[in-house]
């Protein structure tokens, strides 16, 4: 157990609909970050928040939006969904989020969120 | 810009024989560069980094600046070493997030 907690697990919705994935990160991390993999894409960066502010952004679409709490928990918000929006959804956690060289600074993945587009 | 290149989409080997899952990178700084595991699409699990030289069910990996490798070595595979496996990059001071490569899925036949 990774500590990085994820829900829902499954998710089955219809085009055009609008989900929210939740993710709490391990005990004591600032940085959130989302990964969505695909089977034709593999593993793409989405976003990163550190401490409550977005720190980085890798290709996410404009449909997709995402933010951190004060609690440090994060929410991705997925809206007009298409059938190519279906994948598995990682969040991640790590305690920085700057740079991870020398510092130890390991980043923990969650279980991940099916989404189903149908 | 970075960028991480599994050849391999799928490797499969004998129990007990040598594995070698190949990873090359792009970047033009010094990264720090990971190896993570993935177990019938569970979570990914962090397999080893660069930087703390260990090894980890007898997996290895050296980084080679000359050559930009990453290869992930292991001289016996075991059966329950079948897993997808991702070379990550991470490119230093700056850079908030990894970089993956498309992954190997390595078979171990029994």
């Known amino acids: 157990d990774s500590g990085v907690t994820q829900t829902p697990k499954h998710l089955i919705t219809a085009t055009g609909q609008r989900v929210t994935l939740r993710c709490s990160p391990r005990?004591?991390?600032?940085?959130v970050y989302w990964y969505q993999q695909s089977l034709d894409q593999g593993l793409q960066f989405l976003i990163q928040?550190?401490?409550?502010?977005?720190?980085a952004k890798g290709n996410i679409l404009e449909r997709f939006s995402a933010q951190q709490f004060p609690d440090l928990h994060s929410e991705l918000n997925l809206s007009s969904l298409e059938l190519g929006d279906s994948a598995l959804y990682f969040c991640?956690?790590?305690?920085?989020?700057?740079?991870?060289?020398?510092?130890?600074?390991?980043?923990?993945f969650g279980e991940g969120s099916w989404l189903t587009v149908v | 810009a970075q960028r991480v290149t599994q050849p391999e989409k799928l490797l499969s080997v004998f129990k007990g024989a040598p594995v070698e899952l190949k990873c090359n990178y792009s970047?033009?700084?010094?990264?720090?560069l990971f190896w993570y595991v993935q177990y019938s699409r569970q979570r990914l699990q962090l397999l080893l980094r660069?930087?703390s030289r260990e090894s980890i069910k007898g997996f290895t990996a050296d980084l080679n600046k000359g050559e930009t490798s990453f290869h992930l070595k292991k001289p016996f595979a075991q059966e329950e070493d079948s897993a997808m496996y991702y070379c990550?990059?991470?490119?230093?001071?700056?850079?908030?997030?990894?970089?993956f490569g498309k992954g190997t899925k390595l078979s171990v036949i029994p």
């Open positions: 991640a956690s790590s305690l920085l989020g700057g740079s991870l060289l020398g510092s130890g600074n390991t980043i923990y």
């Open positions: 005990s004591g991390d600032l940085s």
């Open positions: 928040y550190y401490n409550g502010e977005e720190r």
């Open positions: 970047y033009s700084g010094s990264p720090e």
């Open positions: 660069h930087i």
């Open positions: 990550a990059l991470s490119g230093g001071a700056g850079s908030y997030q990894l970089t």
